[in-house]
């Protein structure tokens, strides 16, 4: 039977490499997402065969009563 400590480590390892590779694919997918916004140029919405892209920009405004 492994020692628990072992399984700890063993689980970290596996937690760390799965965070790093979380990273990676996030910076992957706001890569594609700003590419295709840039190809979107003005349009808010694009229709490309069986795909529908939408994008706003969105303005806030915030009061603060203090």
Known sequence: M???KQLIEKDCR???ELLRM???IT???EALS???KAAMGDHET???GEYK???KTVSRNW???S
């Open 2 to 4: 492994p020692d628990y």
């Open 14 to 16: 596996e937690y760390r």
């Open 22 to 24: 979380r990273e990676e």
């Open 27 to 29: 910076a992957e997918m």
């Open 34 to 36: 700003d590419k295709i």
């Open 46 to 48: 694009v229709i490309e």
């Open 53 to 55: 892209v939408s994008y």
């Open 63 to 65: 009061c603060s009563s």
